[in-house]
């Protein structure tokens, strides 16, 4: 069965302060990796990582994939009392040839709390 | 509205009550997919649609769980004989047929507290 897990579950920083989350995945059929970040309620698209060591970019947000590690970070710099939310890594199931069934498996998630 | 729309935001139930929710997907996706997310955990699969096709229900999905989408259009997910473990927010999702990696959307949620 597919795994992902998160790391830490939970972060408390200051405004200013960078901060590094860490999904690791363990899937029988690796397509992509994707993250999200829910506020409260609906989950909402960050990134979605195919390729190992290509860095993604979205303002002070970026991520990165190691599929000989099987893991990916997603960091943020220069954090904002705004970034507060939960953080989700999902893998999508995937067939042996790479098509995808749209069925995600979801991490714990890493609830991160910047204070002003 | 270009959104996946959930009704209601919030329900709250005594034990044993039936409870029924609806998703209105993006209108031009074929995927529509429901999962439950408990406190501190990430969303966890229940079923999914393509069509008005429910091709894949997750074991989480007892006997008292059920989900159909007739027209292919919205959706409802029934859940009949609350039982307190039933509290999570229930999450639905739709995607594009092709490449379901590429817009999928989740509504805001229905929040269920069983009482």
């Known amino acids: 069965e597919d795994k992902v897990v998160q790391s830490p579950l939970s972060l408390v920083v200051h405004e200013g302060d960078t901060v590094t989350l860490n999904c690791s995945y363990e899937v029988t059929n690796f397509r992509s990796l994707l993250w999200y970040k829910q506020e409260k309620k609906a989950p909402t698209f960050l990134f979605m990582l195919?390729?190992?060591?290509i860095e993604k970019k979205s303002g002070r947000l970026s991520s990165i994939l190691d599929k000989k590690e099987l893991f990916s970070i997603l960091n943020i710099t220069a954090t904002q009392t705004g970034d507060s939310a939960i953080y989700l890594c999902a893998v999508p199931l995937a067939n042996a040839g790479g098509t995808s069934y749209g069925k995600l498996t979801f991490g714990q998630g890493t609830i991160l709390t910047v204070h002003p | 509205d270009t959104g996946v729309s959930q009704d209601p935001r919030h329900k709250i139930t005594k034990r044993g009550q039936n409870v029924t929710f609806r998703c209105d997907p993006i209108s031009e996706h074929n995927r529509l997919y429901w999962y439950r997310q408990t406190l501190g955990q990430g969303p966890e699969f229940l079923t999914y649609?393509?069509?008005?096709?429910?091709?894949?229900k997750s074991r989480l999905l007892s006997d008292r769980f059920s989900a159909e989408r007739p027209k292919g259009s919205f959706s409802t997910l029934e859940i009949q004989r609350t039982e307190q473990g039933d509290s999570a927010m229930y999450l639905c999702?739709?995607?594009?047929?092709?490449?379901?990696?590429?817009?999928?959307?989740f509504g805001s949620g229905t929040r269920l507290t069983v009482v």
């Open positions: 195919t390729s190992s060591g």
């Open positions: 999702a739709s995607s594009p047929n092709i490449d379901p990696n590429y817009g999928y959307t």
């Open positions: 649609f393509q069509n008005e096709a429910q091709l894949e």
